[in-house]
């Protein structure tokens, strides 16, 4: 288990493990949608997903502001989260990772999804979102099931990525520039 609030990066064995639903919202399942929430705002990411702080349960938050609230809304929690329906129209942009450390790389994205999860009070609800918010619903469900950013690219960039974030954990100059810098969306 890592330390608290630490997010864990690729390739560590977390981040593929399967998931589990979770029955019941007991303050166990509610302390880790706060520690999701205070280590998302932390690490300034969009959104994180429960096995990025070493967890199995399939919970994921998204930050307020990137879900159209105001910045003092709190983290939006997505609890057994399904996807309800995707638009047909695309977009493909950067997006980055909280577990690929300054790691960039194109993923086509539906443009527009619906989600249905539960909330924090055990309500069931749906949301539609479009653009960031939407590829964040879609990102954060990869990593509840074992879907990761490097699974979009291609062999030679799996191989720079590696090396990249081998780098990184070794403590030393990252001298490589594999990636475009000034990317806001780490999610
Ligand atoms: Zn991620």
Known sequence: MP???FIVKFPD?????RTMTVDALTDAIRELCGKLGDAMLAANGAGLAAP???FSERIFVVDPVVAGQPEEHPPLVF?????VWLSTETETRDEGCL???????PVKRALKARIR?????????EMEAEGLCARAFQHELDHLNGKLLIDYVGPLRKQLIRRKL???????ADDEQ????GTDTEV
């Not at 064995?13 to 493990?17: E, G, I, P």
């Open 3 to 5: 330390a608290p609030g």
């Open 13 to 17: 064995s977390c981040l593929r493990r």
């Open 52 to 54: 990025q702080l070493g």
């Open 79 to 83: 609890i057994n989260p399904e996807m």
């Open 99 to 105: 577990s690929f450390p300054d790691v960039f790389v």
């Open 117 to 125: 999860a539960t909330n924090l009070n055990g309500e069931q609800f």
């Open 166 to 172: 081998k780098r990184q954990a070794e403590g030393q």
């Open 178 to 181: 594999t990636e475009k810098p």
